[in-house]
T-cell receptor, first 115, second 110 residues
Framework: GAGVSQTPSNKVTEKGKYVELRCDPI?????LYWYRQSLGQGPEFLIY????????DSGLPNDRFFAVRPEGSVSTLKIQRTERGDSAVYLC?????????????FGPGTRLTVT | TQLLEQSPQFLSIQEGENLTVYCNSS?????LQWYRQEPGEGPVLLVT?????EVKKLKRLTFQFGDARKDSSLHITAAQPGDTGLYLC??????????FGTGTRLQVFP
């Protein structure tokens, strides 16, 4: 079956612009996670959804970052007024349900470059 | 603040050698996972350990969770070029989000 897919795979934008990153989770997975991975580092948690609601958004760095999952499936991470420090790979993961016993399956990521 | 520190950060070895990667923290985790990530891809789960002192084996890979559930190790026996990649530990505490370690980049030369 299809795994987690993310689009676009690469995004180059100018400082100050608005970007949207999309995640299509595995069908039937109710939990969806967003992480950010800077070069040479491990992924850093941003936010996770259980269904349509954000269960934990404590990792969002500031109010320029926002994520939605209106129908409990596809999610969009939105970044306003992008800064060069936002450049990173943004990873999405999904699992059957939220909880430490459920494996998270990761997508290939979107590489965001802010020039 | 990085809660999980991995060492070494980089490791280059010849095929057939053994190696150990360490994942250390001052915090207690309810479970700890090890992932492997290849360039251009997301991390893939290798194992989950939940009990202090637990040892799990996956072919040539041996994973151990410290007795106090603050640290873990990954030992690879007779490394092969196919083991090359970024190895990440990730801990879960009282919430469902994962806290990832700093990563160990392994290169195995034939």
């Amino acid at each position: 079956g299809a795994g987690v897919s993310q689009t676009p795979s690469n995004k180059v934008t100018e400082k100050g612009k608005y970007v949207e990153l999309r995640c299509d989770p595995i069908s039937g997975h109710t939990a969806l996670y967003w992480y950010r991975q800077s070069l040479g580092q491990g992924p850093e948690f941003l936010i996770y959804f259980q269904g349509t609601g954000a269960a934990d958004d404590s990792g969002l760095p500031n109010d320029r970052f926002f994520a939605v999952r209106p129908e409990g499936s596809v999610s969009t991470l939105k970044i306003q007024r992008t800064e060069r420090g936002d450049s990173a790979v943004y990873l999405c993961a999904s699992s059957l349900a939220a909880g430490r016993t459920y494996e998270q399956y990761f997508g290939p990521g979107t590489r965001l470059t802010v020039t | 603040t990085q809660l999980l520190e991995q060492s070494p950060q980089f490791l280059s070895i010849q095929e057939g050698e053994n190696l150990t990667v360490y994942c250390n923290s001052s915090s207690v985790f309810s479970s700890l996972q090890w992932y492997r990530q290849e360039p251009g891809e997301g991390p893939v789960l290798l194992v989950t350990v939940v009990t202090g002192g637990e040892v799990k084996k996956l072919k040539r890979l041996t994973f151990q969770f410290g007795d106090a559930r603050k640290d873990s190790s990954l030992h690879i026996t007779a490394a092969q070029p196919g083991d090359t990649g970024l190895y990440l530990c990730a801990g879960a505490r009282n919430t469902d989000k994962l806290i990832f370690g700093t990563g160990t980049r392994l290169q195995v030369f034939p």
